[in-house]
């Protein structure tokens, strides 16, 4: 594993199929904490994805986001031109990355993460304090990596904004078998009302929490004009730090 510093981060690898993955670990005030690793939209780890993880770890949480696009060689795609190019960006991306790689390096970093020294102990034996959270892309990413490890304790919870891929995973729903959060736009474009319902009513059970925010649309949390909903985002933030609370304390 190789280290180099950065001004808010260090980066580190993790050997997986095919090279290693450069993941960015932000540290809280001091130094350890829980863990909870951030995925990307389909944007990569973005402007946004970075002011994200710096805000988690201000709460106290060692955020790990994996550079799931090193394979293309790039950590993020272009965040400038018409909404049409930075859009037509993201997806070409995206696709060319597939979904199973993504969760293929997202598993390898949650299977390191309670390992990684800055994580403090989950206070019971055996079991792990890592959280998952993600957006977009990543939403659905952080869904099937967690059904694929089938735990209740790695992770020990999930929060998924507006999961992109999430209605063709609900069949993997019954493995998802810790407490779940997500979040969606009413008013999201690529992912109809009446999907998002159906979605719902799979995923139903005992510790899944579930928000709609009237007016919103897809990636409603970003900050990009084209996206953002200021009430829907600020809602949703309050919700999952409060969510995060009650399942992953900072002690």
Same mark, same amino acid.
Request: glycine share 10%; aromatic share 8%; proline share 6%.
């Given at each position: 594993?190789?280290?180099?510093? *950065?001004?808010?981060?260090?980066?580190? !690898?993790?050997?997986?199929?095919?090279?290693?993955?450069?993941?960015?670990?932000?540290?809280?005030?001091?130094?350890?904490?829980?863990?909870?690793?951030?995925?990307?939209?389909?944007?990569?780890v973005s402007r946004y994805i970075a002011d994200r993880a710096r805000a988690l770890a201000a709460l106290g949480y060692v955020?790990?986001?994996?550079?799931?696009?090193?394979?293309?060689?790039?950590?993020? !795609? /272009?965040?400038?031109g018409s909404i049409e190019e930075v859009l037509g960006a993201g997806m070409a991306a995206s696709a060319e990355l597939g979904? &199973?790689? *993504?969760? &293929? &390096?997202?598993?390898?970093?949650?299977?390191?993460?309670?390992?990684?020294p800055e994580i403090a102990d989950a206070g019971e034996p055996g079991g792990s304090n890592v959280g998952i959270i993600g957006?977009?892309?990543?939403?659905?990413?952080?869904?099937?990596? /967690? *059904?694929?490890?089938?735990? /209740?304790?790695?992770?020990?919870? =999930?929060?998924?904004?507006?999961?992109?891929?999430?209605?063709?995973? /609900?069949?993997?729903?019954?493995?998802?078998?810790?407490?779940?959060?997500?979040?969606?736009?009413?008013?999201?474009?690529?992912? *109809?009302?009446?999907?998002?319902?159906?979605?719902?009513?799979?995923?139903?059970?005992?510790?899944?929490?579930?928000?709609?925010?009237?007016?919103?649309?897809?990636?409603? &949390?970003?900050?990009?004009?084209?996206?953002?909903?200021?009430?829907?985002?600020? =809602?949703?933030?309050?919700?999952?730090?409060?969510?995060?609370?009650?399942?992953?304390?900072?002690?």
């Amino acid at each position: 594993m190789t280290q180099a510093s *950065a001004p808010d981060h260090v980066t580190v !690898t993790i050997p997986v199929e095919g090279g290693d993955l450069p993941v960015r670990l932000y540290l809280p005030e001091g130094g350890r904490g829980p863990g909870l690793m951030l995925v990307q939209e389909i944007f990569g780890v973005s402007r946004y994805i970075a002011d994200r993880a710096r805000a988690l770890a201000a709460l106290g949480y060692v955020v790990a986001v994996p550079e799931l696009y090193w394979r293309l060689g790039l950590a993020a !795609t /272009t965040e400038e031109g018409s909404i049409e190019e930075v859009l037509g960006a993201g997806m070409a991306a995206s696709a060319e990355l597939g979904l &199973d790689r *993504a969760v &293929d &390096d997202v598993v390898t970093t949650l299977e390191w993460l309670p390992g990684c020294p800055e994580i403090a102990d989950a206070g019971e034996p055996g079991g792990s304090n890592v959280g998952i959270i993600g957006f977009c892309f990543g939403g659905g990413v952080a869904f099937a990596a /967690t *059904a694929r490890l089938d735990r /209740t304790d790695l992770p020990v919870a =999930l929060v998924s904004y507006y999961g992109s891929a999430l209605p063709a995973l /609900t069949d993997q729903a019954e493995r998802v078998r810790v407490p779940s959060l997500h979040h969606w736009g009413r008013a999201d474009a690529f992912i *109809a009302a009446d999907v998002q319902e159906s979605v719902r009513e799979q995923l139903g059970r005992d510790g899944v929490e579930w928000f709609s925010y009237d007016g919103a649309n897809h990636a409603f &949390d970003n900050p990009h004009p084209a996206f953002h909903h200021a009430d829907a985002s600020r =809602l949703a933030w309050e919700r999952t730090t409060d969510f995060l609370r009650r399942h992953l304390p900072v002690s």
